[in-house]
């Protein structure tokens, strides 16, 4: 059985905030200010509704979403409009974790959201947020530095867990976990920043990884630039198979 880190599990989360919180921030930016005017002779000047002022993030919802859902309840106007009804369709949107509307007198309306946090990568088209839920990926979310997990949706905590792990002992530049994926009949297959990849098979993990990084530092030392995949999954011995010039 995988190798998995001490404590409960239902720590996973706010630990793998933290591991990733400086890769998140470093991607958030606000705004901005949508002018819309209602249509001319249905309102009063007195009963406009010119502005609505939005800020959020804006990584996964764009401000054209946002515009989009707010539009049905910007025609009756200042005073008539449904503050209620606009914040609850703002989170029907599964990326908006909370959402904040009010009236800015005398013609305008306050938007602000928060997103889910991103904290990695899953699979082709999902991202795995603080709340361990998998959302889909917005095209134009940028991921940054995220690491990459794959495997069954319902091994999720299990994945993360071990990631968590891994990433405690893979702490030198280049060694740190790029993408950690895992199936019943592979297994563990990881693959570091620097490109190389280790199959590390279904128990022992860390005492594999162990054994590589000690490679690694001796014995492999002159030659990992040229090391492309490493077989882990032997008592006292690495296969080691090397790049193709």
């Known amino acids: 059985m995988a190798n998995r880190v001490d404590g409960t599990s239902r720590n996973w989360r706010p630990l793998l905030v933290a591991v990733l919180a400086i890769v998140t921030l470093a991607g958030i930016s606000y705004g901005g200010l949508w002018l819309w005017r209602s249509p001319l002779g249905e309102l009063s000047r007195i009963d406009s509704l010119e502005q609505v002022r939005v800020k959020g993030p804006f ?21 008539s409009a449904d503050i209620r009804g606009m914040r609850e369709a703002l989170l029907r949107n599964p990326w908006i974790t909370s959402a904040s509307v009010s ?16 904290l990695a990568v899953w699979g082709e088209d999902k991202l795995l947020v603080a709340s361990g839920e998998l959302l889909p990926r917005p095209a134009q979310m940028r991921t940054g530095h995220l690491p990459e997990l794959a495997g069954d949706e319902e091994l999720v905590e ?3 867990t071990q990631y968590q ?3 405690r002992l893979l702490t030198t530049r280049d060694m740190e976990v790029k993408r950690l994926t895992f199936d019943e009949l ?7 920043v620097s490109g ?24 492999l030392a002159p030659h990992l630039a040229k090391v ?12 080691v198979q090397w790049k193709q010039n």
Do not use: C, M
């Open 186 to 192: 592979s297994g563990w297959q990881l693959e570091l």
């Open 196 to 219: 190389v990849e280790l199959h590390l098979g279904h128990e022992e993990l860390l005492e594999r990884v162990d054994r590589f990084l000690q490679l690694s530092r001796g014995l």
């Open 165 to 167: 792990a891994l990433a």
């Open 59 to 79: 990584n996964a919802v764009t401000q054209r979403q946002i515009e989009e859902t707010l539009l049905p309840f910007l025609q009756k106007g200042f005073f």
């Open 228 to 239: 492309r995949r490493v077989d882990t999954r032997y008592s006292n011995a690495v296969a």
């Open 158 to 160: 299990r994945i993360v």
């Open 103 to 118: 009236r800015r007198w005398p013609h305008g309306v306050e938007v602000e959201v928060r997103e889910a946090q991103p």
